[in-house]
């Protein structure tokens, strides 16, 4: 029990913001804006956010690997009974020309059994698994503890409305 609350807490309790859209859509599928939050002392979970954007055909996700952690499970976030509830998800759909936000309260991919906690400033590797796409390597920026957006100005050629 204590265990889920302290996932609950490390996927995020607020609400996050919604992303821009990028200024030219990239050939087939890109991720984008790409951030994780700091551990507080003695966590050995973190979480990792980005939006993935398919320009191309219907594509899937179906694995999250990082050098830093043990292993990275996709999670979807819902509500239940006014308690916010995690569950693993071994795919997650990219529609054609559609986009699929990982962010504070949904979608989000969770770091389990990191190696060092993560600190602030911090850039932490990622390679993205597409059924069609292929391997796709990400860097996430780690925000301070409690951060709920992506931080500014990380997303070259993208712009914010
Ligand atoms: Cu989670």
């Known amino acids: 029990m204590r265990r889920a609350i302290l996932f609950a807490l490390m996927c995020g309790l607020v609400g996050g913001a919604r992303m821009a859209a990028p200024a030219t859509l990239p050939p087939s599928v890109t991720v984008t804006r790409a951030w994780s939050r700091a551990t507080p002392p003695g966590a050995t979970v973190g979480v990792a956010y980005f939006e993935i954007v398919n320009s191309g055909a219907g594509d899937e996700l179906t694995g999250i690997d990082s050098p830093a952690a043990q292993r990275v499970e996709m999670h979807s976030t819902t509500m239940n009974g006014g308690l916010m509830q995690m569950r693993q998800t071994d795919s997650v759909a990219v529609p054609a020309h559609g986009r699929v936000a990982f962010e504070p309260q949904g979608l989000h ?24 796409a292929g391997k796709v390597d990400v860097t996430a920026v780690v925000q301070g503890l409690g951060a709920e957006t992506a931080p500014p100005n990380d997303d070259h050629g993208a712009r914010r409305e």
């Open 109 to 132: 991919a969770m770091l389990i059994a990191l190696r060092k906690p993560l600190k602030e400033g911090d850039r932490l590797a990622l390679t993205l698994t597409f059924r069609h």
